[in-house]
């Protein structure tokens, strides 16, 4: 990680009961961030926990509507981790879009509520820094099995 995470964004994790996961590299040929100028692009992330637990399923079918707000907020959490990790939250200057894919039957059509999971806590956690454009798409699989992936463009100071 890349500095210490600032006193303000500290406070603010810490006021919701959250911590940065320490996440690994990836399993596959691919970098889990990359800068480009000041543009940090940040490889998509699964709503695998920082124990390490998958939060899987498919909306509408054997997970709620609430269990994907959770594992949004899982994904949104790691993807604050990958942004640390590449450039360090005091660079982050403003989160530009995100790309969410929900683990959606074919009836579920709330992958909206599901995504702002991810969303709130970006503003939460980042202030006026994590607003953001968004996509929020429903897709019949994820990655081993995951009910969530996001992945963020963010502008960064360099």
């Known amino acids: 990680m890349i500095g210490e995470i600032p006193a303000r ?11 940065l996961p320490v ?14 100028g000041d543009v940090l692009h940040v490889s998509g992330q699964i709503s695998r926990t920082a124990a390490g637990k998958l939060l899987r399923g498919t909306l509408g079918e ?10 949004a907020r899982v994904c949104a959490l790691n993807l ?3 942004m640390h990790e590449a ?14 894919w929900v683990a959606s039957s074919r009836d579920f059509v709330d992958q909206p509520t599901v995504v702002d999971g991810a969303s709130q806590l970006l503003r939460d956690v980042l ?12 897709v019949h699989v994820l ?3 995951a009910l969530v992936e996001i992945d963020a463009v963010a502008a960064v100071r360099v």
């Open 9 to 19: 964004i500290r406070e603010r994790l810490a006021e919701r009961s959250l911590e």
């Open 62 to 71: 054997d997970a709620t509507t609430d269990d994907g707000v959770a594992a």
């Open 80 to 82: 604050l981790a990958r």
């Open 143 to 145: 990655p081993q099995g």
């Open 127 to 138: 202030g006026d820094a994590g607003g953001h454009a968004r996509t929020a798409l429903a």
């Open 23 to 36: 996440l690994g590299p990836p399993r596959y040929a691919y970098e889990p961030a990359v800068l480009c």
């Open 87 to 100: 450039v360090g939250l005091a660079n982050v200057h403003r989160v530009v879009k995100l790309n969410a």
